[in-house]
């Protein structure tokens, strides 16, 4: 059964930076659709980068276009978030998720994702 374990979170001011990790294990990440997304409160949960490595494609947020970038080490099963110039907008709760293949479906849409990890907080003061 595959599992998703985030670390990186925390507080930063704004402009500042912050790495987001996931480490999967149970699962392949470079097999299956891996991305990022974030929650705030009263918010619904939103798409923020999605990675297929077996294509070499990425997708993004627009509100993260230029500042956000995923990658991943598939050596070491783990996905990456890099964030730069943090904006207080961007404080919420970060979940890394994986959809198995064969993908159906919006890549956005976090219904199409059938693995979670627990959450990591991101704060961005002004």
């Known amino acids: 059964l595959g599992q998703l374990v985030e670390s990186g979170g925390g507080s930063v001011q704004a402009g500042g930076s912050l790495r987001l990790s996931c480490a999967a294990s149970?699962?392949?990440?470079?097999?299956?659709?891996m991305g990022w997304f974030r929650q705030a409160p009263g918010r619904e949960r939103e798409v923020v980068a999605v990675?297929?490595?077996?294509?070499?494609?990425?997708n993004y947020a627009d509100s993260v276009k230029g500042r956000f970038t995923i990658s991943q080490d598939n050596a070491k099963n783990t996905l990456f978030l890099q964030m730069d110039s943090l904006k207080p907008e961007d404080t919420a709760m970060y979940y890394c998720?994986?959809?198995?293949?064969?993908?159906?479906?919006?890549?956005?849409?976090?219904?199409?994702?059938?693995?979670w990890g627990q959450g990591t907080q991101v704060t961005v003061s002004s």
């Open positions: 149970g699962l392949t990440p470079s097999t299956y659709r």
């Open positions: 990675i297929y490595t077996r294509l070499g494609t990425t």
């Open positions: 998720a994986a959809a198995s293949p064969p993908y159906y479906g919006s890549w956005s849409n976090p219904v199409n994702f059938n693995y």
